[in-house]
């Protein structure tokens, strides 16, 4: 007698298939049952292969968009989406330590200033004295601490401090501290966005006054973070090229939240003696974007130029001489 359940004495093909293999009922499940069971059961079994089948593409979605799980040691999952969520860690990481190393680099300046306000107050309030008398450092050092005027001094030294920090570390965020290439593509978001400042400078590889103005900019861009610098091809950016009126290279394009405000064309007003034209320093350069009011300088004045020659301290910059290389300013 077969074990099916099914009903042997059946004359359907169905009936006889099952009589004659015990695995019958998985090829006809529903056989033996009324028309309203079947239905019920069929019903049934559509929403559960429905469900599982829904169950089964949000797992693989979410399995392509390496959502489903992070990597981990024990698994180590494969993939570009795992690879990016992995990336992405380690950048939070990397920016993490980088943030405790800027903390611990701002206690150290605050530091320094306090002891630097502290020797200033001692030396005019007790004249130079004697360094070697501890005792006497201590006491002094005791009455700076009680003065409300130097803690207040203090306390606003410090609170600049870090404002002027933390505006660095927004710019650096930004792209500035550098001077970067773009393409057309990037020219209205890079000018446009968060960035008050922005100087572009509008170049040809073909030309060697454009190497020139590069080599300047990227002296300027580390030492003036509160503009951000960028380079693009004129070539490649004939719209931006033609809508600004490029007309002569190099130019210099200062915006102020996306409006151009000035510009420099080629080397006018740059020169040294007007009979060697390509002959500047980088000092002239930065005295022409500090009129646009894009970063802040100041060139020094005589008396300082002879007292930084008189410390052995030289200027930073360079002229473009005539064997086409770069010299020191002297």
């Not at 799980?69 to 920016?95: F, N």
């Not at 006491?139 to 601490?145: C, F, Q, V």
């Not at 030294?157 to 920090?165: D, F, P, S, V």
Request: glycine fraction near 8%; aromatic fraction near 6%; hydrophobic fraction near 30%.
């Amino acid at each position: 007698m077969p074990q099916s359940g099914q009903n042997p004495n059946g004359s359907s093909k169905a009936a006889k298939f099952a009589a004659a293999n015990p695995l019958g009922p998985m090829a006809d499940p529903f056989s033996g049952m009324d028309d309203d069971s079947k239905e019920y059961h069929k019903a049934v079994s559509e929403n559960v292969n429905d469900r599982m089948t829904k169950a089964m593409g949000e797992l693989k979605e979410k399995h392509e968009r390496g959502t489903n799980e992070l990597d981990d040691p024990d698994r180590a999952p494969t993939g570009a989406a795992y690879r990016e969520a992995h990336s992405a860690q380690m950048d939070r990481q990397r920016a993490s330590r980088a943030a405790a190393a800027e903390e611990e680099r701002r206690k150290e300046d605050e530091a320094r200033e306090v002891q630097r306000l502290r020797e200033e107050v001692r030396r005019k309030n007790f004249g130079g004295g004697d360094d070697s008398d501890d005792d006497s450092d201590d006491e002094y050092d005791h009455l700076l601490d009680e003065d409300p005027e130097i803690e207040s001094i203090r306390a606003r030294r410090i609170a600049e401090m870090r404002a002027a920090q933390e505006k660095k570390a927004e710019d650096m965020a930004r792209g500035h501290g550098q001077l970067r290439t773009i393409g057309q593509d990037e020219f209205l978001p890079e000018c446009t966005g968060s960035s008050e400042w922005v100087a572009v400078h509008f170049y040809s590889d073909d030309f060697e006054r454009c190497k020139v103005m590069d080599h300047h900019l990227k002296l300027v861009a580390p030492l003036h973070t509160e503009c951000k610098f960028l380079r693009m091809d004129a070539m490649k950016a004939p719209f931006f090229a033609s809508k600004l009126k490029i007309r002569t290279l190099p130019a210099l394009l200062v915006f102020r939240d996306g409006k151009a405000i000035d510009r420099l064309t080629g080397f006018e007003g740059l020169a040294i003696n007007p009979a060697e034209p390509d002959k500047w320093h980088t000092g002239r350069l930065r005295t022409w974007i500090a009129a646009t009011g894009a970063i802040q300088y100041k060139e020094p004045d005589e008396e300082v130029r002879e007292e930084m020659k008189r410390l052995g301290i030289l200027g930073r910059g360079a002229v473009w001489g005539d064997s086409g290389g770069y010299d020191e300013d002297e």
